[in-house]
């Protein structure tokens, strides 16, 4: 499953807190989860946006992309967070995973990311699509 491959590359998985997480990913299909477990996925926070990009600020969101993702997966609570460009057009998709929407919250929150709103009229050509994601199987 392409998600399943996301996550078993993401250096996200090695953040705390998902350890078992990562070790179950990497063994490959296990037994069901408990009910225990069951609930903690119910508890994640998972959003997918995409960004459509002004043409010539492409080089400047993607240089923000790559400098601000890898700090990103240092923060509490962040399972996967994953940027992809669309090939050949101006537009990337960020996917995100957290343990709580209260961690995703805090996240925002932060100085870099604020100003990165900031400058969302100046590079975006329209406002960015946000999608809540609810687990399914």
């Known amino acids: 499953m392409a ?51 002004k043409p010539e600020h492409t080089e400047e969101f993607s240089e923000w992309v790559k400098e601000n993702v890898t700090e990103t997966r240092k923060d509490e609570g ?27 919250s805090v996240h925002r929150q932060k100085p870099d990311v604020q100003a990165f709103f900031a400058q969302w009229e100046r590079l975006l050509s329209d406002k960015p699509e946000v999608y809540r994601l609810e687990p399914v199987a």
Request: glycine share 6%; with cysteine; net charge neutral.
């Open 3 to 53: 998600g399943e491959r996301a996550m078993r590359q993401s250096p996200a998985l090695t953040a705390k807190g998902s350890g078992a997480r990562l070790a179950r990913c990497r063994a490959g299909p296990q037994k069901m989860d408990s009910p225990e477990e069951r609930n903690t996925m119910s508890e994640q926070y998972a959003l997918s946006v995409t960004f459509h990009v």
């Open 78 to 104: 962040v399972i996967v967070f994953n940027f992809h460009r669309v090939s050949g057009a101006p537009t990337w998709i960020l996917y995100e995973i957290w343990e709580t929407e209260e961690h995703s």
